[in-house]
């Protein structure tokens, strides 16, 4: 089975921090995305990325960058974090190709911003 | 540009009742729709895909969707509900590529 893993379950910043969220799978995928959710709003689409060392925004790239140095890895930085970034973070993978569409998603971050 | 719309906040239902949860979807061609499930701490899961053809499609857990064209709609059902099926259900759509709109989600409750 695919393993999207996500570092942390629940995080705690202060408002101005440096934060990062990483991700990690297992399956060989090319393209790998960062959602966050919030309750009424759904999952809306930060970043995502086709291969290595490359990123395409989301809908809501604001206050957010990407990084993905390796294939398994993609990591979701918050440069300096406010409480309205406050959220579950959903990383998720997908092959490319035929399949491109079905999304694998790891168990999410709760991140609070004080 | 792509929307869904998940009219349906919250929906309570007893163990063993059938069940339809409504998705309907803004998209200018022929979409791909999805509906993914979120069992409390997890991530979501794939339920089932249309891309074409038949307009019945059936998923895991032994729910299924129809789309309906004339009513830009992708309704999820089941017909028996099981308690662990409480859950929040997301109706998804994209236009190929892998850049999905998400609903705003469903929250099933089932009652025993």
């Known amino acids: 089975d695919v393993k999207v893993t996500q570092s942390s379950r629940y995080l705690v910043k202060r408002t101005g921090e440096k934060v990062f969220l990483e991700c990690v799978q297992d399956?060989?995928?090319?393209?790998m995305f960062w959602y966050r959710q919030d309750p009424g709003l759904g999952l809306r689409l930060i970043y995502f990325s086709y291969d290595v060392k490359m990123k395409e925004k989301g809908d809501i790239p604001e206050g957010y960058s990407v990084s993905r140095e390796k294939k398994e890895r993609f990591s979701l930085i918050l440069e300096s974090a406010s409480t309205n970034q406050t959220s579950m973070y959903l990383c998720?993978?997908?092959?490319?190709?035929?399949?491109?569409?079905?999304?694998?998603f790891g168990s999410g971050t709760q991140l609070s911003v004080l | 540009a792509q929307s869904v719309t998940q009219p349906d906040i919250h929906i309570t239902v007893s163990e063993g009742a059938s069940l339809e949860l409504r998705c309907n979807y803004s998209?200018?061609?022929?979409?791909?729709l999805f509906w993914y499930v979120q069992s409390p701490g997890q991530g979501l899961q794939l339920l089932l895909k249309?891309?074409?053809?038949?307009?019945l499609v059936q998923g895991i857990k032994g729910f299924e969707a129809e789309f309906k064209r004339s009513q830009s709609s992708f309704n999820l059902r089941k017909p028996s509900v099981h308690w662990s099926d409480a859950a929040e259900y997301f109706c998804?759509?994209?236009?190929?590529?892998?850049?999905?709109?998400f609903g705003t989600g469903t929250q099933l409750k089932v009652e025993l």
């Open positions: 998804a759509v994209t236009g190929g590529g892998n850049k999905l709109t």
């Open positions: 998720a993978s997908s092959h490319g190709g035929e399949e491109n569409e079905k999304l694998f």
């Open positions: 998209y200018g061609a022929t979409p791909y």
């Open positions: 249309y891309f074409s053809g038949d307009t």
């Open positions: 399956m060989d995928h090319e393209n």
